[in-house]
């Protein structure tokens, strides 16, 4: 098994391409070890060492590590974690898939939001995933729309940067309602 590894523009992040599938569909995100105990692989990862997140795409695994280690003593214990766990033979998520998906939202601004989830699935939602990240719909409040970063996009330095000025002009040149976009925790 040959596993690639890709850089994002979060230098704490790193993209682990196993050449096989991760998820059949969705996403999944790992913020904690407590989180990780739903996927055996995400637990594994945990067990290396020095990794502070884990999140899952339906062809790769990335993995945020803690400020207090480097790539480079980190990195071998990560790849062997995921070369083990497709050896193994167990499932990557065991019970509850734990796709992530958008916020469900009901109310008066209903048509609006289906355009708003409509533009984050088919222009925001693939950009992101090729950084090794996700963004979901979180809410729509008096025209600011609230977005959850997950993945490598978490944390990154450049995701406000992203969010204004990708995103908001985005949704703010299709959906003249959109005033502002702000992330949620």
Known sequence: ??????????????????????????????????????????????????????????????????????????????LGAIMEHYQSGQPVMSGTSGTVDHAVHDGPDGEIVGQIKELLDTRVRPAVAQDGGDITFHG????????????ACAGCPSSTLTLKMGIENLLRHYIPEVVEVRPVA
């Open 140 to 151: 729509f409040d008096r025209g600011v729309v609230y977005l959850h970063m997950q993945g």
């Open 1 to 78: 098994m040959f596993i690639q590894t890709e850089s994002t523009p979060n230098p704490a992040t790193l993209k682990f391409l196993p050449g096989q599938s991760v998820l059949d569909a969705g996403t999944a995100d790992f913020p904690s070890v407590e989180a990780a105990e739903k996927s055996p692989l995400a637990a594994r990862i945990f067990a290396a060492g020095g990794v502070s997140g884990v999140f899952f795409g339906t062809d790769f695994v990335t993995v945020t590590k803690t400020d207090d280690v480097e790539w480079d003593h980190i990195k071998p214990a990560v």
